[in-house]
């Protein structure tokens, strides 16, 4: 069936890095797509957003990047901090459902010192 | 904090036991969201509730039973639950349910079936 899923289950990353974290999308009808960070004994938090009529957005500190001719979706950190250590989600909303949000297994992003 | 608060936070009970979760939002949105996690495996969406209205069950089992007396509480009533029942459990809240809207998460209540 159709699903969202990430590549990586584990990313290390040295503090002062960039980071970059995948994901990939099957369903060519998603038209809205969000990242959410999880920090350790707390819900999803909402990062960032874009919509599929854009390739590319910008907030503080991160950036989500689309490629919808592949179905690739990335979520860039710079300068990453200590504090960005956290699971990563990304998640997809498919064209008619309202918002059901279909949502990848996750990313651990792990910032050494 | 994100506006959406769970309790309790942590939950242990038995197959025989009757609890119940609790989601109170304070954002003024119309709809509310139960989801699952489990370890490894992704969000699991569970009960949708659109102005106290349940729009959608997803295939959950009856062992779980929803509830929404208002906008701004919703209710997760367990019954009878296994242990493969243990998970996080995750309410969350939008402004509206159609189009896009960005979904608050609370905390989640961690629940272990004995």
């Known amino acids: 069936g159709e699903s969202v899923g990430l590549h990586l289950p584990t990313l290390s990353v040295q503090e002062g890095d960039n980071s970059i974290i995948n994901c990939a999308y099957s369903?060519?009808?998603?038209?809205?797509f969000i990242w959410y960070k999880q920090e350790s004994g707390k819900g999803p938090q909402f990062i960032i957003d874009?919509?599929?009529?854009?390739d590319k957005r910008q907030g503080q500190r991160v950036t989500v990047l689309l490629n919808k001719t592949v179905k690739h979706l990335s979520l860039q950190i710079a300068a990453t901090q200590p504090g960005d250590s956290a699971v990563y989600f990304c998640?997809?909303?498919?064209?008619?459902?309202?918002?059901?949000?279909?949502f990848g297994t996750g990313t651990r992003l792990q910032v050494t010192l | 904090e994100t506006g959406v608060t769970q309790t309790p936070r942590h939950l242990v009970m038995g197959m025989t036991n009757k609890k119940s979760l609790k989601c109170e939002q304070h954002?003024?949105?119309?709809?509310m969201y139960w989801y699952k996690q489990s370890a490894k495996k992704p969000l699991e969406l569970m009960f949708v509730?659109?102005?106290?209205?349940?729009?959608e069950n997803n295939s959950v089992p009856s062992r779980f039973s929803p509830e929404c007396p208002n906008s701004s509480h919703l209710f997760l009533h367990l019954h009878t639950l296994q242990p493969e029942d243990s998970a996080l459990y995750l309410c969350?809240?939008?402004?509206?349910?159609?189009?896009?809207?960005?979904?608050?998460f609370g905390p989640g209540t961690r629940l272990t079936v004995l």
């Open positions: 969350a809240s939008s402004q509206e349910i159609r189009g896009v809207g960005t979904q608050y």
């Open positions: 954002l003024g949105h119309n709809a």
């Open positions: 369903n060519s009808a998603s038209d809205y």
């Open positions: 509730y659109n102005f106290k209205e349940q729009t």
């Open positions: 998640a997809e909303i498919w064209a008619g459902t309202a918002s059901k949000l279909t």
């Open positions: 874009i919509r599929s009529n854009m």
